[in-house]
């Protein structure tokens, strides 16, 4: 399957700082990222979604100020972390699609967010 | 909102059982369906996709997935697990409509060896 990479895989940061994660489509071209937050024990819960060239568009109860989404290629997407605090502190994941809905999305390994 | 349950959440069988996970979602247009596997320390992998056609997958290492529209139902299923099928099996749905990827708590298989 396709490859999609994630750094970095784990970051500590101090609480009150920005913290940058990328997500990248290694051999094609991603038209669409899925930006996803695992807990503990937990399922993966959807973030947003970005197209392209375009707004991601965000869940309800996810803040857009305070998660910065860009997807500025078709090969990366990134995702700040504004202003982290410690209970920002998961495992955020990616995923990559290549054509219109209803295609297999591919994952990233994950990135785990220690805010301190 | 479109939401996918999975029955259990916790599984543990001996080796050579015969596996069954529930899945179930509520969303009445067309969707696609996956099963993706992470096993212990890895990233998500796709087990087996359902888009058109024959309700009755098959995935990799054996796995098989049934689609039942009228169930609303997705289960996937395995004759004769083993040890290194050990693992947390999320089921996920892509609606159509809205284009998102819904997944479900997840179930975390044991095998005992």
């Known amino acids: 399957g396709a490859v999609v990479s994630q750094h970095p895989s784990w970051v500590i940061c101090k609480s009150g700082t920005s913290v940058k994660i990328e997500c990248r489509s290694l051999d094609f071209q991603a038209t669409t990222m899925f930006w996803y937050r695992q807990f503990p024990k937990q399922s993966l819960m959807l973030m947003a979604t970005?197209?392209?060239?375009?707004?991601?568009?965000?869940e309800q109860g996810v803040e857009k100020d305070k998660f910065l989404i860009n997807h500025a290629s078709l090969t990366l997407s990134t995702l700040t972390v504004t202003s982290a605090h410690p209970e920002d502190s998961s495992f955020y994941i990616c995923?990559?699609?290549?054509?219109?809905?209803?295609?297999?999305?591919?994952f990233g390994q994950g990135t785990r967010l220690t805010v301190v | 909102a479109q939401s996918v349950s999975q029955h259990n959440h916790h599984v543990i069988l001996s080796e050579a059982a015969s596996l069954e996970l529930g899945c179930n979602y509520s969303y009445g247009g067309t969707v696609n369906l996956f099963w993706y596997v992470q096993y212990p320390g890895q990233h998500l992998q796709l087990l087996l996709k359902?888009?058109?056609?024959?309700?009755l997958v098959k995935g990799i290492k054996g796995f098989e997935a049934e689609f039942i529209k009228s169930k609303f139902s997705f289960n996937l299923r395995k004759p004769s697990v083993q040890w290194s099928d050990t693992a947390e099996y999320f089921c996920a749905v892509n609606t159509w409509r809205d284009d998102k990827i819904i997944f479900g708590k997840g179930t975390r298989l044991h095998i005992l060896p």
């Open positions: 970005s197209n392209e060239g375009s707004k991601a568009t965000y």
């Open positions: 359902y888009f058109s056609g024959d309700p």
């Open positions: 995923s990559a699609r290549e054509d219109a809905e209803g295609t297999e999305a591919f």
